[in-house]
């Protein structure tokens, strides 16, 4: 089946460095994509999506990239906090499932002081 | 406007038994998903409804039944607990479409014993 994963489990980041997460997707049929955030204790909370006719979305100090040739999707944090440490996961919708999102195994970001 | 909540946010069974998790949407979301979330399988998608029907379904087995209700409130049920099934349940709303961005609720917490 169609599977969504994650390059990195782990990701050690300097305070105010920029951080990048990398997901690898599967299913080329795939037409929807989010990254979530989920903190201790948390659900996960929306960071920013992106259609599969885009290759770009910018939000506040956050971008996503999408390159569908190689099925990859990446979020970009710049100036990272400490209030960005949490786990991100990027998660896929394809049109043709209906609502159902297929998740990765999430990045664990930490932000050193 | 409220986010997405659930009921309760912590549970403890026994094997054997069953448990009825609760979960209000968004006002005027009238999709409700539900996902399994365990550090061993990640993020599983559990079934979607929407306007009262079930609009889709994950792999789990029959164990696992849900139900929405005329003001798009969920219920998930769970019987015949195994030690297994002990995880984060999170329930997720949208507006309508599969297109719509899908927000959590902080999950309920269930440990089987």
């Known amino acids: 089946g169609e599977s969504v994963g994650l390059h990195l489990p782990t990701l050690s980041v300097q305070e105010g460095d920029n951080s990048i997460i990398n997901c690898a997707y599967s299913?080329?049929?795939?037409?929807?994509f989010i990254w979530y955030k989920q903190e201790s204790g948390k659900g996960p909370q929306f960071i920013i999506d992106i259609r599969s006719n885009m290759d770009k979305r910018q939000g506040q100090r956050v971008t996503v990239l999408l390159n569908k040739t190689v099925k990859h999707l990446s979020l970009q944090i710049a100036a990272t906090q400490p209030g960005d440490s949490a786990v991100y996961f990027c998660?896929?919708?394809?049109?043709?499932?209906?609502?159902?999102?297929?998740f990765g195994g999430g990045t664990r970001v930490l932000v050193k002081p | 406007k409220a986010g997405v909540t659930q009921t309760p946010r912590y549970l403890i069974k026994t094997r054997g038994q069953q448990v009825t998790l609760s979960c209000s949407p968004i006002?005027?979301?009238?999709?409700v998903s539900w996902y399994q979330q365990t550090p061993g399988q990640g993020l599983q998608f559990l079934f979607e409804y929407f306007s009262e029907t079930q609009r889709n379904k994950g792999n789990f087995p029959g164990r696992f039944s849900g139900r929405q209700f005329s003001n798009s409130r969920s219920e998930m049920n769970v019987s015949t607990l195994e030690l297994g099934d002990s995880a984060l349940y999170l329930c997720?709303?949208?507006?309508?479409?599969?297109?719509?961005?899908?927000?959590f609720g902080p999950g309920t917490r269930l440990t089987v014993l």
């Open positions: 006002s005027g979301h009238r999709s």
């Open positions: 997720a709303s949208s507006f309508t479409q599969a297109t719509d961005t899908q927000y």
């Open positions: 299913n080329s049929a795939s037409d929807y």
């Open positions: 998660a896929e919708r394809d049109k043709a499932a209906g609502n159902k999102l297929t």
